[in-house]
């Protein structure tokens, strides 16, 4: 076994069923929330077991308060099945997932909702109401998402970026993704982030485009550009999150073998990542979309009820930064 994963045994672990015990890092956005209002959220089309339970689960551990969005008689029906109670809760009626994500994306504007938190409905029908320029909840920043991961084999907090809605970003998009997941962990409690640019190697080849972007990345936070963070790059995985690698490769860095952001040169590379460090890492995920009006808690169809938790958690952590950035912005005029 490599340093790089020292479980206790090498099996596969299915996040659905169970853990390793190691875990240290979810416990404390849940615990962080307990002194906070919880925030209203829009929960769209949350039409399965676990997309229904994770919503609940989240209100009664005082997280958000969920205005269900869908067709009524079929979520009273789900939540008798599963034996829940959810007749405290708002229930707004929508028949379509369509019709639901319209719903869901407008009364974030109308300042009903302070979040929005994906059911079961497929990703594309939520983001393309989320996207509408004039309708949506699209603001000055490119949209983006983060994995927030607990992960066994390391003793940090760790944000994946983007593994879900930028294909192949460009330059100018990575900028706004590496803003966003440096502001995002600001929230999270890390002041400093270390900002790994990931790719196959550690040094520039005009050959590879993600080494270009990498190095240009590193130079726009010189330039105050990126800021927040502390960038580096290009890195390999292994050097980005193990200070042995680093090492033995003689590579010198403030960021490697300490990463707390890894920035994925496309959304294959880091999906693939990111599920590798669940299914054969043991890790746990929490999915977050970043740069729209609000919080969009953007969790997989198969994240159990446990994920949709966490996910509501860093939402609500990232909301309450954000009022925190904006009154000391008024404050400072």
Known sequence: MSDLATLAESVAVD???????????????????????AIATSVCWPLSEVALRGAVEAAEAGIIEPALIGPEAALKALANKIGLNISSYSIVDANREEQAAVISVAMCREGKSQAIMKGS????????????RDTGLRTSRRISHVFVMDTPAYARTLLITDAAINIEPELEDKVHIVQNAIDLAHALGIPAPKVALLSAVETVNPKIKSTLDAAALCKMAERGQITGGVLDGP?????????????????????????????????ESGNMLAKQLEYLGGAQLAGIVLGARVPIILTSRADSAATRLTSCAV??????ADITSELSRHQAY
Request: net charge negative; glycine share 4%.
């Open 235 to 267: 890195l390999a995985f292994d050097t980005a999150v193990s200070a042995k690698a680093a090492q033995i490769k003689g590579l010198v860095s403030g960021v490697a073998g300490q990463a707390d952001i890894l920035v994925v040169p496309d959304l």
């Open 15 to 37: 996040p659905l069923f169970k853990h390793p015990a190691d875990f240290h890092v979810f416990h404390q956005f849940l615990d962080r929330c307990e002194d906070l209002p």
């Open 121 to 132: 409905l497929h990703t594309d029908e939520l983001m393309r109401a989320v996207m509408v």
């Open 315 to 320: 939402a609500v952590l990232l909301h309450h």
